[in-house]
């Protein structure tokens, strides 16, 4: 079976003009701005190298490093609100984190 190329317009997949070539905006699910305050603690990595689903696209858009899947605990600030939250990103040496998104929202103690 022949490989069929995508067409730049997107009209051989039944896809409205300009939507196969236009521009990622945000990563995955909604964009929401949110605010780190302080440290964040509980750190552990998830993934390294090859195990990270994401890699290729993390190494396009930001260069080559040692990427590292991580996560870790903080207090956010969150549509005027501070909340303890579990938090994910990916950072490599000499790039630092990237693509860092709130997970879940944990319980105040």
Do not use: C, N, Q
């Not at 858009?61 to 939250?85: D, L, M, P």
């Amino acid at each position: 079976m022949a490989r069929r190329r995508l067409a730049t317009d997107g009209s051989e997949h039944g896809r409205p003009s300009g939507i196969a070539s236009a521009p990622r905006v945000g990563y995955g699910a909604a964009a929401v701005d949110f605010r780190i305050i302080g440290d964040v603690r509980a750190v552990e990595t998830i993934a390294v190298g090859r195990g990270i689903r994401d890699l290729k696209m993390l190494r396009k858009r930001y260069g080559a490093g040692r990427w590292r899947k991580r996560k870790g605990i903080a207090k956010v600030e969150f549509a005027g609100h501070h909340r303890t939250a579990e938090v994910h990103w990916y950072e490599a040496h000499g790039i630092g984190r990237v693509l860092m998104k709130v997970k879940r929202f944990l319980p105040e103690s």
